[in-house]
């Protein structure tokens, strides 16, 4: 864990040295779970973003994308059950007077128990090789039986109490399983109570219940009350998907790991609207699409898990993570929910309006199901970054700081440098970035030596980096050097275009 903590930091400082994320407010000591996004984190994350738009809108002939207001009526968060079921079960520990996420405390007593297991499973690795059979030795050994019937009791507990309200059950539970608090160490807990999370402000200059609106805490309802405004004005024929990309706001309790868990973030959301009784299989496909499109960055397979569940939201009767493995351990990267009718029908009663769709196949009028994907934007963001940082140890003995982010998430695809800042070879290296710039983001840089140069493109990503030296004068060739295997080959200035374009375009991800 320390090695994970002592990681989480060492991003968290890179970040901001090279402008990918910066405290919010810094000048005022910053405003707490609030980050802003600088030069190359910007690029990074837009680029976050059109590898997911392009995958849903481009790529999918049934799915459209719109962009609807942060500011919605007030009836569609009552009709969304928002105002009355969006809360968090909070605990707080008397002595160090911090406040903790209940359901969160006994998922990482479970976590713990599981890292039981997979000690196990190493040793016995580690003693027979690939001899050793994984499942068998789950499936028998008695301490990995022991601790996951452990698990699977306090499982079924949490899920009983959280789905049935019962929040003395979670304080028990809590109390049973001996959780301390990581600050005080000691079990000295309030009572378990309901925090509802939606931060609420007042529209126009009247005050009272009556201006109360709130800032949205999903993107998804945004895409509700157009479905038929987007069903009918694209002329869409079920299924179909809506998708989105926007900021929501969560009164976040227990928000902390840097960009993990914010109080203003960005979801990517897309709703699939299918006929009644197909959703099972719209859940299982959507699923098995969204971990293929995490697998295709290649940030390693190892890296990714899907995990059912234990409570569902109000709106769900199927719902699964997909967890990555963060500095701070495997962690909901995005969720796949079966929402059923429930948003649809619950619009339909407050609004008064029919949100039904016309089935030609079928000669039927319904409420179309829904199947939504539902991905944090700064999670992909610390997901990406976080498995791409690396302090590499060099064949000469020294280090580098390098990011080896996908070449089509970099925020520069290609650094062009003269090796000289005279005999006209910078005005060459400007020729060269003004063929190159129309097709993708490039950086000039021409200050220190080359291999400083060199490290300062690898700490930030640059795929490529293009030398202009005495020889491209003569012959219009330059030097292109690669971040990951730091091997650099001659080629002519005509096929830099074509060489680097292939290789940082959003198609390499796609096949
Ligand atoms: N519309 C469904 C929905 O909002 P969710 O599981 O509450 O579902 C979806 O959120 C995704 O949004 C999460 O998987 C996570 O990536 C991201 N997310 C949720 N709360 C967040 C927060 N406080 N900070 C950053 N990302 C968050």
Redesign the pocket.
């Known amino acids: 864990m320390q090695q994970k903590d002592d990681n989480l930091k060492d991003i968290i400082s890179h970040a901001k040295e090279y402008g990918f994320v910066f405290p919010s407010s810094e000048i005022y000591d910053g405003l707490a779970a609030t980050y802003d996004y600088g030069q190359l984190g910007a690029e990074l994350k837009n680029n976050i973003k059109s590898y997911w738009w392009k995958s849903m809108v481009q790529m999918h002939e049934n799915i459209v994308g719109i962009d609807s207001a942060i500011f919605m009526h007030p009836s569609v968060w009552k009709a969304s059950g928002h105002v009355d079921a969006f809360n968090d079960p909070l605990i707080d520990n008397k002595d160090s007077k911090k406040r903790y996420r209940a359901d969160v405390l006994i998922e990482e007593n479970i976590e713990k128990i599981r890292q039981k297991i997979n000690k196990d499973v190493a040793k016995g690795l580690k003693r027979f090789g690939d001899d050793f059979d994984v499942e068998q030795f789950k499936a028998t050994n008695p301490n990995v039986l022991r601790n996951q019937a452990k698990i699977d009791s306090i499982e079924d507990r949490m899920r009983t109490a959280l789905n049935n309200e019962d929040l003395e059950g979670v304080y028990n539970l809590i109390i049973d399983l001996g959780i301390a608090c990581p600050v005080s160490g000691t079990k000295n807990w309030t009572e378990v109570r309901q925090f509802n999370l939606m931060f609420s402000t007042e529209l126009g200059s009247v005050s009272g219940d009556a201006s109360k609106i709130y800032l949205r ?4 309802q945004g895409i509700f009350v157009n479905f038929l405004n987007v069903q009918k004005t694209g002329r869409m024929k079920i299924p179909f998907g809506i998708a989105q990309i926007g900021k ?1 706001f ?1 009164n ?1 309790i227990v ?1 902390r790991q840097f ?5 203003e ?1 960005e ?1 990517m ?1 897309m709703q699939f609207f299918v006929r009644p009784g197909e959703e099972m299989k719209w859940y299982e496909y959507w699923k098995e699409q969204r971990m293929n499109w995490h697998k295709a960055l290649g940030l390693g397979e190892k890296n990714y898990r899907l995990h059912d569940h234990i409570k569902l ?1 109000h709106y769900a009767n199927a719902a699964a ?1 997909i967890e990555f493995n963060f500095p701070m351990g495997f962690k ?4 796949i ?1 079966s929402r059923t009718d429930f948003d649809l029908k619950q619009h339909q009663e407050l609004s008064g309006k029919k949100l039904q769709y016309f089935d030609t196949e079928l000669n039927e009028n319904y409420v179309p199901y829904v199947v ?1 994907t ?3 934007l ?3 963001f610390l997901s990406v970054l976080s498995s791409s940082f690396k302090n590499e140890l060099l064949e000469d003995g020294k280090t580098r700081a390098v990011l080896s982010l996908p070449y089509a998430l970099a925020p520069y695809k290609v650094a062009v440098m003269p090796l000289l800042k005279r005999d006209g070879l910078p005005e060459k290296a400007r020729e060269v970035m003004n063929l190159l710039k129309f097709d993708m983001n490039c950086i000039y840089d021409e200050k220190d030596t080359a291999g400083k140069r060199y490290r300062r493109q690898d700490a930030i990503g640059t795929p490529f980096c293009v030398m202009i030296d005495h020889q491209t004068l003569e012959d219009e060739t330059v030097t292109i050097r690669n971040r990951d295997t730091m091997k650099q080959d001659r080629v002519s200035i005509q096929e830099l275009n074509t060489i680097i374009g292939e290789k940082v375009s959003f198609n390499s991800l796609f096949k």
């Open positions: 805490p999903e993107t998804a929501a969560r976040e928000a960009i993990f868990r914010m109080r973030f979801q959301e939201a993570d909901e990267l995005e969720g929910h939504e539902s991905v944090g700064d999670r992909m």
